[in-house]
């Protein structure tokens, strides 16, 4: 379990198996077996070594998931502890689908999500992107808008992306289980 509050910025060096220079990761603590949130996707630690951490990733996961097949900066997030503080929400890091950029006007962006995940996100409800936790400002159909602070364009790879860029997306995990249970 993870809140979507990126606590640092890494690069991933080789995709396969997947390696990642943890940037400012805190690693002390980390253990094989450990999961890390790499892009908004939980993955197991497989290695660890001079700020290096190692995961193996399947070929289901990369064909539900963007950004984890090629070179580049990704947001990291080690996992709760009992006692945390959960300063975004609660986030599995089990990626719904793979959405993407469709405009940015200057801190608002908008997103596309599948049209399957659209009925999740709701105007003031939280969606995690890329790894981090959101709050939706508006919604329309399948595309829905977030304003983001400078903090978090300094601090996350949000700030990096384009028109275009493919995102992670998971939705709101209350909404999900609202649906099965409301399902007949």
């Known amino acids: 379990m993870f809140t979507g509050i990126v606590q640092a910025v890494g690069r991933i060096e080789k995709h396969n198996p997947l390696r990642i220079k943890a940037g400012r990761l ?17 993955l197991t630690v497989v290695k660890k070594a001079k700020g290096r951490l190692s995961f193996d990733v399947s070929s ?24 945390d503080r959960l300063g ?37 409800g939280s969606v995690c992107v890329d790894g981090v936790s959101l709050t939706v400002n508006r919604v329309r159909g399948s595309r829905f808008e977030v304003n983001l602070i400078p903090h978090t364009l300094k601090v996350t790879t949000l700030g990096r992306l384009a028109r275009g860029s493919k995102v992670n997306l998971e939705v709101d995990l209350l909404a999900r289980y609202m649906e099965q249970l409301l399902t007949p």
Do not use: M, W
């Not at 929400?89 to 995940?117: C, I, M, Q, W």
């Open 88 to 124: 975004g929400h609660l986030v599995t890091g089990h990626v719904d689908g793979v959405g993407r950029v469709v405009g940015k006007k200057g801190s608002v962006y908008t997103f596309e999500a599948p049209k399957n995940l659209a009925r999740y996100i709701a105007r003031k």
């Open 60 to 83: 289901e996961t990369l064909s539900v998931t963007a950004g984890l097949d090629r070179p580049g900066a990704v947001n990291l997030e080690k996992s709760l502890a009992l006692g």
């Open 26 to 42: 805190p690693l002390a603590d980390v253990r094989i077996g450990d999961s890390i949130c790499v892009q908004g996707c939980c």
